[in-house]
């Protein structure tokens, strides 16, 4: 594989077969299926616990019963959950959503810049920009928590989404130079320079409109780490105040917790990011195959 | 001048990023790494330099060799964890590559734990790895015994030596699919004449794989590798979601936490460097050997 594996739009194409499957049923073609199987069917077993513990109450939810479904269906967990849930639930919206553009923004503009204007030095600037993102956050949570306290800043929503829209700036731009770097033609900016547009103009009237593919990658990618965040989410926010991770972990984590009402608001923790995994799952795997820098 | 009118318009779009990341990223770290060889051992503040006293006493002095103790848990569970998605993402790539029916329904079966959180899958693998055994049992125990496998049945994590490859089964699961997205594309990716020429001379589909397919699978291999690496030594949400914070899981993501919760913020800097100096030792060959290749393509 050469350098494009980070490009935004193919990925699923790529990984699409290229020739039909050959229709062979022999021992070797049985034993393929079945394997196939068994692993499909394990890992929907943790998916299998989620829903059905959801659905339990009382006696029902035990240990030994784990693997049963429920003896009488009921949505009281579910409702449990979500009134928990809900404040954190609309919180992380305001927070992912947010997140999502302006990174993406940002990683465009970034982008552009780094795959045309070979400046001195560049590649350096670009390997210091990716670093970035495979730092521990842990390497600068102090100082940024001490930063957010001191300038009087309070924790929640907004500090999280700045936080997040700086450290998704290695990621972000990553996606986008190599989107331009292998789909945009050298020749269409050549034209708009030729035409004395200004690379401000360039991108703007040029650029930014075919770059939708890249956009759909990233606002992806970072909606998602957004939503998943535990660990910014544990320093710079609380209960009160921050976002779903925290609260299910509440919910989830008290010293005899609710199993059904904690696996029920699993289920509702995840179900924006598994929506937009099923919808846009195409571009969800383009996100993933980005942080690999390339391959 | 000339050279100003050329680059000026891009670095004025790139500079405020340039700018947010050297105070974000390189000037916090210059600030954790000022803590970490400071006495700032609770909340009054530093009183001086103490040179690389903390970073020793973490290897010498720590009560218990806690820190040592946490390098051990995440070495085991690194381990663990490569080995298990590495494993489970090839061989499952390698199904899909060999050609089965309904591809696109297995690939996004076996790819959607990637969308769920830590956090969130932690609530279920908790309970999934409950310790009882015999007829007490539920969860990974039960199926065990369901199968005949009793002797199988573990106590997961909470195993005093073994624990923490346990805790490595919940992050297998969740980044096997990725590892397999990642192997399928690299199959994808070998041209079809090599394979036809291969066919020609003749070759068995064993040596076919064995001497032409997977060697060139070694770049995405390596991708794989190092992004579950710095991955895996950043684990945190995950072992804090299925045992919470306690010493028989503690990994060195963690003891930073714990640590910061007795504000003693000296010693917390110092393991979060030498956390990053971990990954860095992971990640910075790989971003100059990626950056050669790719001037060299």
Same mark, same amino acid.
């Given at each position: 594989?050469?350098?494009?594996?980070?490009?935004?739009?193919?990925?699923?194409?790529?990984?699409?077969?290229?020739?039909?499957?050959?229709?062979?049923?022999?021992?070797?073609?049985?034993?393929?299926?079945?394997?196939?199987?068994?692993?499909?069917?394990?890992?929907?077993?943790?998916?299998?616990?989620?829903?059905?513990?959801?659905?339990?109450?009382?006696?029902?939810?035990?240990?030994? !019963?784990?693997?049963?479904?429920?003896?009488?269906?009921?949505?009281?967990?579910?409702?449990?959950?979500?009134?928990?849930?809900?404040?954190?639930?609309?919180?992380?919206?305001?927070?992912?959503?947010?997140?999502?553009?302006?990174?993406?923004?940002?990683?465009?503009?970034?982008?552009?810049?780094?795959?045309?204007?070979?400046?001195?030095?560049?590649?350096?600037?670009?390997?210091?920009?990716?670093?970035?993102?495979?730092?521990?956050?842990?390497?600068?949570?102090?100082?940024?928590?001490?930063?957010?306290?001191?300038?009087?800043?309070?924790?929640?929503?907004?500090?999280?989404?700045?936080?997040?829209?700086?450290?998704?700036?290695?990621?972000?731009?990553?996606?986008?130079?190599?989107?331009?770097?292998?789909?945009?033609?050298?020749?269409?900016?050549?034209?708009?320079?030729?035409?004395?547009?200004?690379?401000?103009?360039?991108?703007?009237?040029?650029?930014?409109?075919?770059?939708?593919?890249?956009?759909?990658?990233?606002?992806?990618?970072?909606?998602?780490?957004?939503?998943?965040?535990?660990?910014?989410?544990?320093?710079?926010?609380?209960?009160?105040?921050?976002?779903?991770?925290?609260?299910?972990?509440?919910?989830?984590?008290?010293?005899?917790?609710?199993?059904?009402? !904690?696996?029920?608001?699993? @289920?509702?923790?995840?179900?924006?990011?598994?929506?937009?995994?099923?919808?846009?799952?195409?571009?969800?795997?383009?996100?993933?195959?980005?942080?690999?820098?390339? !391959? | 001048?000339?050279?100003?009118?050329?680059?000026?318009?891009?670095?004025?779009?790139?500079?405020?990023?340039?700018?947010?990341?050297?105070?974000?990223?390189?000037?916090?770290?210059?600030?954790?790494?000022?803590?970490?060889?400071?006495?700032?051992?609770?909340?009054?503040?530093?009183?001086?330099?103490?040179?690389?006293?903390?970073?020793?006493?973490?290897?010498?002095?720590?009560?218990?060799?806690?820190?040592?103790?946490?390098?051990?848990?995440?070495?085991?569970?690194?381990?663990?964890?490569?080995?298990?998605?590495?494993?489970?993402?090839?061989?499952?790539?390698?199904?899909?590559?060999?050609?089965?029916?309904?591809?696109?329904?297995?690939?996004?079966?076996?790819?959607?734990?990637?969308?769920?959180?830590?956090?969130? !899958?932690?609530?279920?693998?908790?309970?999934?790895?409950?310790?009882?055994?015999?007829?007490?049992?539920?969860?990974?125990?039960?199926?065990?015994?369901?199968?005949?496998?009793?002797?199988?049945?573990?106590?997961?994590?909470?195993?005093?030596?073994?624990?923490?490859?346990?805790?490595?089964?919940?992050?297998?699961?969740?980044?096997?699919?990725?590892?397999?997205?990642?192997?399928?594309?690299?199959?994808?990716?070998?041209?079809?004449?090599?394979?036809?020429?291969?066919?020609?001379?003749?070759?068995?589909?064993?040596?076919?794989?064995?001497?032409?397919?997977?060697?060139?699978?070694?770049?995405?291999?390596?991708?794989?590798?190092?992004?579950?690496?710095?991955?895996?030594?950043?684990?945190?949400?995950?072992?804090?979601?299925?045992?919470?914070?306690?010493? @028989?899981?503690?990994?060195?993501?963690?003891?930073?936490?714990?640590?910061?919760?007795?504000?003693?913020?000296?010693?917390?800097?110092?393991?979060?460097?030498?956390?990053? @100096?971990?990954?860095?030792?992971?990640?910075?060959?790989?971003?100059?050997?990626?950056?050669?290749?790719?001037?060299?393509?």
């Amino acid at each position: 594989m050469t350098t494009t594996s980070i490009e935004a739009p193919p990925p699923v194409e790529t990984l699409a077969p290229a020739r039909k499957p050959r229709q062979k049923s022999g021992p070797a073609s049985i034993f393929k299926y079945l394997l196939a199987l068994i692993f499909l069917i394990i890992v929907l077993m943790p998916m299998y616990v989620l829903i059905v513990t959801s659905f339990k109450s009382g006696a029902d939810i035990g240990v030994t !019963s784990q693997w049963n479904l429920p003896e009488t269906w009921t949505l009281a967990s579910w409702e449990k959950a979500w009134n928990v849930l809900r404040p954190s639930f609309i919180r992380t919206f305001e927070l992912a959503i947010p997140v999502a553009v302006i990174s993406s923004l940002i990683g465009a503009a970034n982008g552009f810049v780094l795959s045309r204007w070979r400046f001195p030095g560049a590649d350096i600037v670009f390997t210091l920009i990716l670093f970035g993102m495979f730092i521990p956050y842990q390497a600068v949570m102090i100082p940024l928590r001490e930063i957010v306290t001191t300038l009087g800043i309070p924790p929640g929503i907004t500090t999280l989404v700045f936080v997040h829209c700086v450290y998704g700036i290695p990621i972000c731009t990553l996606i986008f130079r190599n989107y331009y770097a292998t789909t945009v033609p050298e020749e269409l900016i050549e034209a708009a320079r030729v035409d004395g547009a200004g690379l401000l103009r360039t991108f703007g009237r040029i650029i930014l409109p075919i770059s939708i593919p890249g956009f759909v990658v990233t606002v992806i990618w970072q909606f998602t780490s957004a939503w998943n965040d535990y660990l910014f989410a544990i320093f710079l926010s609380n209960t009160r105040n921050g976002p779903i991770t925290i609260a299910l972990n509440a919910l989830a984590g008290a010293q005899s917790p609710d199993y059904a009402a !904690s696996m029920a608001g699993a @289920l509702i923790t995840s179900l924006p990011t598994l929506l937009v995994y099923v919808l846009l799952g195409r571009w969800f795997i383009g996100g993933l195959m980005a942080g690999s820098v390339k !391959s | 001048m000339r050279k100003l009118r050329h680059w000026g318009p891009g670095l004025l779009l790139l500079s405020p990023s340039l700018i947010l990341l050297a105070i974000f990223v390189y000037g916090l770290i210059a600030w954790t790494t000022k803590v970490s060889v400071s006495d700032e051992h609770n909340a009054l503040g530093s009183k001086g330099f103490v040179g690389l006293e903390n970073y020793t006493r973490l290897f010498t002095d720590d009560i218990n060799d806690r820190f040592t103790h946490s390098l051990k848990n995440l070495l085991l569970f690194t381990v663990v964890f490569l080995v298990g998605a590495m494993f489970f993402g090839l061989l499952w790539a390698f199904i899909l590559e060999r050609g089965v029916k309904a591809e696109g329904f297995f690939r996004t079966v076996y790819l959607f734990p990637m969308a769920v959180s830590f956090v969130a !899958s932690g609530v279920v693998w908790r309970w999934l790895m409950n310790p009882n055994k015999g007829d007490n049992a539920g969860g990974l125990n039960a199926v065990l015994g369901g199968l005949g496998l009793d002797f199988a049945q573990s106590t997961w994590w909470t195993n005093p030596t073994w624990g923490m490859a346990s805790m490595a089964i919940p992050a297998i699961w969740q980044l096997s699919g990725y590892v397999m997205a990642l192997f399928l594309a690299g199959f994808r990716g070998i041209p079809a004449e090599l394979r036809e020429a291969a066919a020609m001379d003749g070759a068995s589909t064993y040596r076919l794989y064995r001497n032409v397919i997977f060697p060139q699978l070694t770049p995405v291999a390596l991708s794989a590798l190092i992004i579950l690496g710095h991955m895996s030594m950043k684990m945190f949400d995950l072992i804090m979601s299925v045992s919470g914070p306690q010493w @028989l899981t503690e990994v060195p993501a963690i003891y930073v936490w714990q640590t910061l919760l007795t504000s003693d913020y000296a010693k917390a800097a110092a393991i979060s460097i030498i956390l990053l @100096l971990l990954v860095a030792v992971v990640i910075v060959p790989y971003l100059i050997y990626t950056n050669r290749q790719e001037k060299n393509a």
